[in-house]
T-cell receptor, first 112, second 114 residues
Framework: DQQVKQNSPSLSVQEGRISILNCDYT??????FLWYKKYPAEGPTFLIS?????DKNEDGRFTVFLNKSAKHLSLHIVPSQPGDSAVYFC???????????FGGGTRLMVKP | ETGVTQTPRHLVMGMTNKKSLKCEQH?????MYWYKQSAKKPLELMFV???????ENNSVPSRFSPECPNSSHLFLHLHTLQPEDSALYLC?????????????FGSGTQLSVL
């Protein structure tokens, strides 16, 4: 059973609007969460992360929110740009090591 | 050349072939990983090496055989694969395996088993 789930396989957003990508997890022991971005024919690249001691982390246009009670995190991109079109993976890890558990990914398409 | 480099980018092999995937990192990292990404599935961790020692084998079939001669190089030897092994194989590295180190991925090898 998947411990990290991204229930929306795809998302389409107009340029300039907000993109919200969601991720749910089942293991309450996860305490570090990351988002990776993947363009076609390239490996995933790290985007932003959040520790379980925080509920929000912001980096430019990207903000990650963590709701521990709901075991839910989300990535907000505002304003969305066509270059943001990619597959976004959320991942979670336990404090004891770096064995990331990935979600299945959400393909974001930002239309000009 | 920087980052994590994987070769070949694409590989087609028959079920009786033997081939190897190569990964090289130029980041000075101590940990290296193999991940598998099948269509419509999450990335699956296969193997982890830390300071050249294997620390994780995620129940991977023996037809996949990793080798880590040094902290900069990682190989995945393939033999008698099955068509369901067709996938994108990603190599990654990190400074170490403790805490919350970020992974740096290569571009992957797209493998097709006929």
């Amino acid at each position: 059973d998947q411990q990290v789930k991204q229930n929306s396989p795809s998302l389409s957003v107009q340029e300039g609007r907000i993109s919200i990508l969601n991720c749910d997890y089942t293991n309450s022991m996860f305490d570090y969460f990351l988002w990776y971005k993947k363009y076609p024919a390239e490996g995933p690249t790290f985007l932003i992360s959040i520790s379980s001691i925080k509920d929000k982390n912001e980096d430019g246009r990207f903000t990650v929110f963590l709701n521990k009670s709901a075991k839910h995190l989300s990535l907000h991109i505002v304003p969305s740009q066509p270059g943001d079109s990619a597959v976004y993976f959320c991942a979670a890890s336990l404090d004891a090591g770096n064995m990331l558990t990935f979600g299945g990914g959400t393909r974001l398409m930002v239309k000009p | 050349e920087t980052g994590v480099t994987q070769t070949p980018r694409h590989l087609v092999m028959g079920m009786t072939n033997k081939k190897s995937l190569k990964c090289e990192q130029h980041l000075g990292h101590n940990a290296m990983y193999w991940y598998k990404q099948s269509a419509k599935k999450p990335l699956e961790l296969m193997f982890v090496y830390n300071f050249k020692e294997q620390t994780e084998n995620n129940s991977v079939p023996s037809r996949f055989s990793p080798e880590c001669p040094n902290s900069s190089h990682l190989f995945l030897h393939l033999h008698t694969l099955q068509p369901e092994d067709s996938a994108l194989y990603l190599c990654a590295s990190s400074q170490d395996i403790t805490g919350s180190e970020k992974l740096f991925f290569g571009s992957g090898t797209q493998l097709s088993v006929l």
